[in-house]
């Protein structure tokens, strides 16, 4: 957060409580919806809002490893 008292005077208490809990950990934009119970589009739309105004900062995560691999072929069975 670049600006935290900015982005708690222009949200709501408890989501600013939650989003505050929420954001030193590394989450997607998928997972902080999910945690505060929000459409994942809704939600970045008024995220990409704070960030033009560089009250927040999105990061970029590295893609999860894949837990297996299957073959197509083997699948057409």
Do not use: C, W
């Not at 505060?36 to 893609?63: G, R």
């Not at 894949?66 to 069975?77: C, E, M, P, Q, R």
Request: proline share 5%; glycine share 2%.
């Amino acid at each position: 957060m670049n600006k935290p008292e900015t982005l708690k005077q222009h949200t709501y208490t408890p989501i600013y409580q939650k989003f505050q809990a929420l954001i030193g950990k590394k989450l997607t934009l998928r997972d902080l919806a999910f945690y505060l119970k929000q459409d994942l589009l809704s939600l970045t739309k008024i995220l990409m809002n704070y960030v033009s105004q560089e009250i927040i900062q999105l990061t970029d995560l590295p893609d999860l490893p894949a837990l297996y691999v299957v073959k197509i072929d083997a699948l057409k069975s």
